[in-house]
């Protein structure tokens, strides 16, 4: 990284944990000859984010200082701020069987991807992660439900990236930080808002990326493709609507998209500070905080995402957060607004119930231009009469 960077990574650094040749050819040699640990999806989706340095500084699965004081201060114990613990769990049999390994190697598919070098075996505190992580330890909770299905063990150390993951969706948009950052210089981007988001893009969360655009150089549109909870719209839908979207209502020179390959935690406010930094670790000078960003049900209030950037310094943070209140079709103001921007009543107001729009687009209806961009649901109907046959 130059000097000149707009942002620099957390922690000051990109990581990149990724071997190169020969070393991966040999370290997949000696892998075979280690204990082995398998790695399920959402932690193949933490380590890919490690080894591509989206969760810079880490440069593994945390131990117990950093887990403890992730939980409890918000912060690394280096003292940098960091709300979710990222850690590698195992359960009884599996924390047994590597013993005193001082290296294990990490498994998908029956393949290596990557060693472990083994600093520590300890038992995760499911109860104070899930009160700190989640503000809940309700099994209804999707978060703590896959917190709970988790191993007791958690195994801490740096890790060796042989290969990413194998992935056959979104190539071309499967950027790393290093990229994004690339492609942001090329297009002489000083100030990039990153914008996630787990949803269709309707004309509510357009208008909040066109606001924020306004004031920045461009946009990265970071979907998140990594696992979500079963009535989440599936990543490859969600695709064909932000591709459509892009290429109908977006300037192609203002606009980049790429994808986000984090799990979701559905954490809202610790969720919402773990998402800026690493969008600050993509090259992200700005990232838009909505209403209840990666929430889920009623878990959180309305705007705790965007209350708990208080509890931080700017500086310490580095990427600036911008929030935004709901907002909709006012056929009064005859545009776009929010409550911060227009008189009227809610009557005046093209509000839809996200109920009510499933219902709709099931019955194979588009919601009003107002509210979704045709091109948008016309996917998102075909998408549903796919599902139902
Ligand atoms: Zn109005």
């Not at 071997?19 to 050819?25: I, K, M």
């Not at 210089?185 to 004309?203: D, I, K, L, S």
């Not at 406010?269 to 700005?286: D, L, Q």
């Not at 079709?329 to 929010?338: E, L, T």
């Amino acid at each position: 990284m130059s000097t000149t960077d707009p942002i620099p990574p957390h922690g000051g650094k990109l990581v990149d944990l990724l071997l190169p040749e020969p070393a991966a050819e040999r370290i997949t040699q000696e892998s075979e000859h280690l204990p082995k640990v398998a790695v399920g999806k959402r932690e193949l989706s933490d380590l890919e984010m490690l080894a591509v340095g989206a969760l810079s500084p880490l440069t593994g699965f945390m131990g117990e200082k950093d887990y403890r004081s992730v939980i409890e201060e918000m912060h690394l114990a280096s003292g940098l701020p960091w709300t979710i613990p990222v850690t590698l769990s195992l359960d009884e049999s599996e924390a047994k069987r590597i013993g005193g390994a001082a290296r294990v190697a990490l498994i998908t598919g029956g393949q290596p991807v990557a060693v472990l070098d083994v600093d520590s075996v300890y038992r995760r505190d499911g109860e104070a992660e899930a009160r700190s992580v989640f503000g809940t330890t309700d099994l209804a909770h999707p978060g703590v439900k896959a917190l709970h299905a988790a191993g007791t063990f958690l195994v801490a150390g740096s890790v060796h990236v042989i290969r990413l993951p194998r992935h056959t969706t979104f190539q071309r948009f499967r950027l790393t930080p290093a990229e994004t950052r690339a492609a942001f210089a090329e297009r002489g981007w000083n100030r990039v808002v990153g914008f996630q988001t787990r949803n269709p893009v309707h004309r509510a969360h357009e208008y909040l990326q066109k606001c924020a655009l306004e004031i920045v150089d461009g946009l990265l549109l970071h979907p998140l493709v990594g696992e979500t909870k079963e009535d989440d719209v599936p990543a490859e839908v969600r695709m064909q609507c932000y591709e459509v979207l892009l290429a109908n209502y977006y300037p192609a020179d203002r606009v980049m998209m790429s994808v986000f390959p984090a799990a979701m935690r559905y954490a809202g406010p610790k969720e919402a500070i773990w998402h800026a930094i690493a969008r600050k670790n993509y090259g992200c000078t700005h990232f838009i905080v909505g209403r209840d960003h990666a929430g889920v049900g009623s878990y959180y209030g309305t705007y705790d995402a965007q209350k708990i950037f208080d509890e931080f310094d700017a500086e310490e943070l580095g990427i600036t957060p911008l929030f935004f209140e709901h907002s909709f079709f006012c056929k009064k103001c005859d545009q776009m607004a929010s409550p911060k921007t227009c008189p009227h009543a809610d009557e005046d107001r093209v509000i839809l119930s996200g109920t009510k729009v499933r219902e709709m687009l099931r019955a194979g209806k588009k919601p009003p231009k107002e509210f979704s961009r045709p091109e948008v649901a016309q996917i998102l109907i075909e998408a549903m009469a796919e599902r139902t046959r």
